[in-house]
């Protein structure tokens, strides 16, 4: 089976800061992966460089959302696709959004609890909502990767929780970055720990014990 992503021994750096070093890893199709490890980790570095690598065909939750706060829920969930339809369409859905537009975003916006507030500008919500607004958008833009950098941040534990279980849910591969170590031994197939600038530990999700978060947070 060919691999979605595959590192080898890659470092990655900017602004002549060195972020991670040797990196090396293989992400398969239909893997549920979640990157955890402290804050500067490189979380977030490995994520955008997996990116990088195939964005035609990705999806990306920002972890400060990205939305454009003037505009409402239903168009920036739309900006998901909007490098995948004509000038001319997009030109006719910022003026008047269409009925089939509607139909596909609708649902998405009910499953994430928007559903009363579509048309609502994004800078009127708060911050978990517009969270779930982004993530709207990446599932909207489907693709064959979703990747998501700390995606239920903002969320309490019962909303994250549901939000997690939708992302594994309707994406095929899944890569997310996590605070929640609980979220990512409970809904992920595989655990990638993250620390001093390398990979800590590689393994799946029920192998990672507390001893081993111990040691990693320590």
């Given at each position: 089976m060919?691999?979605?992503?595959?590192?080898?021994?890659?470092?990655?750096?900017?602004?002549?800061?060195?972020a991670?070093?040797?990196?090396?890893?293989?992400?398969?199709?239909g893997?549920?992966?979640?990157l955890?490890?402290?804050s500067?980790?490189?979380k977030?570095?490995?994520?955008r460089?997996?990116y990088?690598?195939r964005?035609s065909?990705?999806?990306?939750?920002?972890?400060?959302?990205?939305?454009?706060?003037?505009?409402?829920?239903?168009?920036?969930?739309?900006?998901?696709?909007?490098?995948?339809?004509?000038v001319?369409?997009?030109i006719?859905?910022?003026?008047?959004?269409?009925?089939?537009?509607?139909?596909?975003?609708?649902?998405i916006?009910?499953?994430?609890?928007?559903?009363?507030?579509l048309?609502?500008?994004?800078?009127?919500?708060s911050?978990?909502?517009?969270?779930r607004?982004?993530?709207?958008?990446?599932i909207?833009?489907?693709g064959?990767?979703?990747?998501?950098?700390?995606?239920?941040?903002?969320?309490d534990?019962?909303?994250?929780?549901?939000?997690?279980?939708?992302?594994?849910?309707t994406?095929k591969?899944?890569?997310?970055?996590?605070?929640?170590?609980?979220f990512a031994?409970?809904f992920?197939?595989?655990?990638i720990?993250?620390?001093?600038?390398?990979?800590v530990?590689?393994?799946?999700?029920?192998?990672?014990?507390?001893?081993?978060?111990?040691?990693?947070?320590g």
């Amino acid at each position: 089976m060919p691999a979605v992503f595959s590192l080898e021994n890659e470092t990655i750096a900017y602004d002549g800061f060195t972020a991670l070093e040797q990196v090396s890893l293989t992400i398969l199709p239909g893997e549920k992966v979640a990157l955890i490890g402290k804050s500067g980790a490189g979380k977030t570095t490995l994520l955008r460089r997996l990116y990088q690598l195939r964005p035609s065909d990705s999806a990306f939750v920002h972890q400060h959302h990205a939305l454009v706060p003037q505009l409402s829920v239903f168009h920036n969930i739309y900006m998901g696709r909007l490098d995948r339809l004509s000038v001319l369409e997009n030109i006719r859905n910022l003026i008047h959004p269409s009925r089939a537009r509607l139909r596909q975003i609708r649902p998405i916006a009910a499953t994430l609890g928007l559903e009363g507030k579509l048309f609502e500008k994004t800078c009127a919500l708060s911050g978990g909502q517009q969270q779930r607004v982004g993530i709207g958008r990446a599932i909207y833009r489907g693709g064959e990767v979703l990747m998501a950098d700390e995606p239920v941040s903002s969320l309490d534990r019962v909303r994250g929780e549901q939000i997690i279980r939708i992302l594994t849910d309707t994406s095929k591969t899944v890569i997310s970055s996590l605070h929640a170590v609980d979220f990512a031994r409970r809904f992920f197939d595989r655990v990638i720990a993250l620390g001093k600038r390398r990979v800590v530990f590689d393994l799946p999700a029920d192998q990672v014990t507390d001893d081993r978060l111990r040691s990693l947070y320590g």
